[in-house]
Every structure is written in structure tokens, then in C-alpha cells.
């Protein structure tokens, strides 16, 4: 069992930065990856940026070059640093984590970032 703990969400002004927190306690394996997804009112879910494990990480196209993924393994906690944000950013920022060889996947509550003008 897992559980993740997001925060640093809030509202900020287009143009400015927030960074995400997302903290991972319980049962986690050293193979893994957590991902950060949104979701806004009439959209689908959308994968942010993934970061295994091992370091290596995925960006979305529509973030890449503005959101970075980084992770503290000692601390089991994923960070999604957001820089020159748009309004089309706003949306819930949920974190996901899901071990190497398992078919289970957890998701946090979740964390609202508005951006205004």
C-alpha cells in the first residue's frame, strides 16, 4: 500500500513559478515510477512529466522546457518545478506511482493550481 501526499498547489500569476511536492510513504519498492497528471473542467487527464527510479524522466510537449521532474529518493518525494506558467496550465495536479512489476497504481488527492492574468 501506498500513499502520496501532493501539495504546493495555489494560485499564482501567469508568467510566475510554483513547484509541486508529492510524498510517497508505505510499501515502496526501489523499481518504480511516479508521474505527475492534470486534469482541468472539460478535459482529459494529461500526463505531465514521469521520473523513474533510475532518473530517467518524460516531459510532456505542451510543458516541456517550463516544467521539470525531479525526485529525493532518500525522502520518497517527487517535485514538478513550473516555470512560466499559462492559464492553460491551470488545472488539479494529481501524483501517480506505480512499482516496476506490479499492476497496481496509486494516485494522490491531488493539488489545484490557478493561474491567473
Known amino acids: 500500500q501506498v500513499q502520496l501526499v501532493e501539495s504546493g498547489g ?11 511536492s508529492c510524498a510517497a510513504s ?3 519498492f526501489r523499481l518504480n ?7 482541468a473542467p472539460g478535459k ?6 514521469s521520473i523513474t527510479s533510475g532518473g530517467i524522466t518524460n516531459t510532456a510537449n505542451s510543458v516541456k522546457g517550463r516544467f521539470t521532474i525531479s525526485k529525493d529518493n532518500t525522502k520518497n ?6 516555470n512560466s506558467l499559462k492559464l492553460g ?5 494529481c501524483c501517480w ?6 499492476l497496481a497504481v496509486y494516485w ?3 493539488t489545484q493550481v490557478t493561474v491567473s492574468s
Open 44 to 49: 482529459q487527464r494529461e500526463l505531465v512529466a
Open 10 to 20: 495555489g494560485l499564482v500569476q501567469a508568467g510566475g513559478s510554483l513547484r509541486l
Open 97 to 102: 506511482y506505480s512499482s516496476s512489476c506490479s
Open 33 to 39: 515510477t511516479m508521474a505527475w497528471y492534470r486534469q
Open 26 to 28: 508505505g510499501s515502496i
Open 108 to 110: 494522490g488527492q491531488g
Open 89 to 93: 496550465d491551470a488545472a488539479v495536479y
Open 77 to 82: 518525494t517527487v517535485h514538478l518545478q513550473m
